[in-house]
């Protein structure tokens, strides 16, 4: 089996309403590039890779050369053929090597007719829990705006009746630390049997980092995740509160990750497929935590179904996956896989049986999506369309006001 082609699609598909974070905002919808690696025997994998547009089409297009007649079974050396690391000092392509890794393993698993999971270990688990992710956001097409502590409660309750979580993790970072913290002690006060977790996206400073954890030291913590900037700044924060601390922004690679286990800052490592470029590192990371005892968890960075299906069959293997995993997903309006979204059952997703990564493409959903990416754009992830002109400092200053409810146009 050898790859004979490489195809690249982006689509653009609607979240129920603009979710705001820390740096700026998803603007309405997910922007997402779908990959088709064709083999010579006529299957055909499928990779993903977060935004990108045009410009990821023509990246995946240039590796055409690189990876034609490529034995997909031969990982590592795809690993190097792309991302080679001196050369990627002059061109990254760390992502572009997760979204054609996922698509070998899925080729591989339908060549020899067996799930993803059974190639990285074979299955502890037959489902993966998840968290909720709260986030604030803005009013559309009938879903309520989330900015007060009650809003954010009540959107908690439909999720948790809906899904079945029992895990809640608020994404904050947009409303001055203050204002968050009494937003996460109402989640705690309505949901007294479920655990939290809290992630500013490293935007505050380590003054406001220490007196956040601290607050929250009595709750059903999970973890704090990246409350500030840096391996040195989550380090201060560690020393002196009694939460455990959690990243997925300063360990993302395996030099990273020595350093946390030399001169610990983080407890918990969260894991992205495409971060670390590829299942496989994440299951070799997996390895490397669990000898130091360092906590792992599966981390979101906005996916639809063939990314989902990457973070389950990762899930689905690791002994020490301790914590429920995170994921946007329930936030989507659809899919572009066939049967559209997959369903959550007592807050878990199932791992796919099928082979490979278990899942296919729906060729009507995704002309649909990939005409609205040409019809909407991609969108600034680091700007907030309700607040024009601004931009986050890192730790930043310059809050949302709460009291504010801002109408965001079509």
């Known amino acids: 089996m050898k790859i004979a082609d490489i195809r690249a699609t982006t689509v653009a598909v609607p979240l129920e309403a603009p979710l705001r974070h820390s740096n700026g905002a998803h603007w309405g919808r997910f922007v997402r590039t779908i990959v088709e690696v064709e083999a010579d025997n006529g299957l055909i994998g499928l990779g993903e890779m977060g935004g990108g547009g045009e410009s990821a089409e023509a990246a995946f297009r240039a ?22 690391p001196t050369a990627s000092l002059y061109n990254n392509r760390t992502q572009l090597l997760a979204a054609i890794e996922f698509a070998c393993l899925d080729l591989v698993g339908q060549h020899l007719g067996v799930p993803a999971c059974d190639l990285l270990g074979g299955r502890l688990r037959d489902a993966v829990p998840f968290a909720s992710y709260l986030f604030f956001r803005y009013a559309a097409d009938g879903h309520a705006e989330i900015r007060t502590p009650e809003q954010l409660v009540e959107h908690t309750r439909s999720l948790k009746q809906a899904h079945g979580f029992t895990v809640h993790k608020l994404k904050g970072g947009v409303f001055p630390p203050d204002y968050e913290l009494e937003c996460y002690r109402a989640l705690a006060e309505a949901f007294p049997g479920d655990r939290l977790r809290y992630d500013p996206n490293a935007v505050l400073s380590v003054a406001e980092g220490l007196r956040f954890g601290r607050a929250i030291e009595h709750l059903n913590n999970d973890y704090l995740e990246d409350p500030v900037w840096g ?34 800052a983080a407890d918990v490592v969260l894991l992205d497929t495409t971060f670390w470029g590829g299942i496989r590192p994440c299951v070799k990371a ?22 989902l299906a990457t973070m389950l069959h990762l899930g689905a293997v690791l002994p020490n996956l301790t914590y429920a995993a995170d994921a946007h997903y329930h936030q989507l309006r659809d899919d572009v896989i066939e049967g559209g979204k997959m369903a959550y059952s007592e807050g ?42 601004w931009y986050a400092t890192v730790p930043n200053e310059r809050f949302a006001d709460p009291e504010m409810s ?5």
């Open 63 to 84: 590796l055409k050369p690189y990876l034609k007649d490529h034995d997909p079974f031969q990982l590592e050396a795809l690993r190097f053929k792309i991302a080679n």
């Open 231 to 264: 391996l040195e700044g989550l380090r201060a924060v560690r020393e002196q509160v009694r939460v455990p601390l959690a990243t997925n922004t300063v360990v993302v690679n395996f030099e990273q990750l020595a350093s946390n286990v030399l001169r610990r």
């Open 286 to 307: 997996a390895g490397v935590c669990e000898t130091f005892q360092l906590g792992v968890a599966v981390h979101s960075s906005g996916e639809l179904g063939v990314q």
């Open 348 to 389: 878990a997703i199932a791992v796919p049986e099928g082979p490979g990564l278990g899942v296919r493409l729906d060729p009507e959903r995704v002309a649909r999506y990939a005409e609205y990416y040409r019809e909407t754009g991609g969108y600034p992830y680091d700007r907030d369309p309700g607040r024009p002109g």
């Open 406 to 410: 801002v109408e965001i146009g079509p």
